[in-house]
């Protein structure tokens, strides 16, 4: 079994930043790449950030960039994501997920398996 436990969400003022943090325990590899999604009330879920064990490359949604830092590419550590100049708009709750495929075309991308429960992020204008 393997779990993920995300935390550090909450209520932000925008303009605001906040670090979330995903913790992995259980039947975990160190090769596997871990990202960052959110979904939005009324709207699919979508990509925010990913980064690769093997080499710690990081790739980010077009609508992040420059805001969101992802990191923890060592397999023992958890995987934080750092957000910066919050807006509204990035009001969604967050999920952590493991082993899935990340490329710079994020066409080419898709997730793995394992998805923690999710931590809300709201950002007040």
């Known amino acids: 079994q393997v779990q993920l436990v995300e935390s550090g969400g909450g209520l932000v003022q925008a303009g605001g930043s906040l670090r979330l943090s995903c913790a992995a325990s259980?039947?975990?590899?160190?090769?596997?790449?871990m990202a960052w999604f959110r979904q939005a009330p009324g709207k699919e879920r979508e990509f925010v950030a990913a980064?690769?064990?093997?080499?710690?490359?990081?790739y980010y949604a077009d609508s992040v960039k420059g805001r969101f830092t992802i990191s923890g590419d060592n397999a023992k550590s958890p995987v934080y994501l750092q957000m910066g100049s919050l807006n509204p708009e990035n009001t969604a709750v967050y999920y952590c997920?493991?082993?899935?495929?990340?490329?710079?075309?994020?066409?080419?991308?898709?997730?793995?398996?394992?998805w923690g429960q999710g931590t809300q992020v709201t950002v007040s204008s």
């Open positions: 997920n493991a082993g899935g495929e990340y490329y710079p075309d994020s066409r080419y991308s898709s997730p793995g398996n394992y």
């Open positions: 980064i690769i064990r093997n080499g710690g490359s990081t």
């Open positions: 259980g039947r975990t590899f160190s090769s596997w790449n």
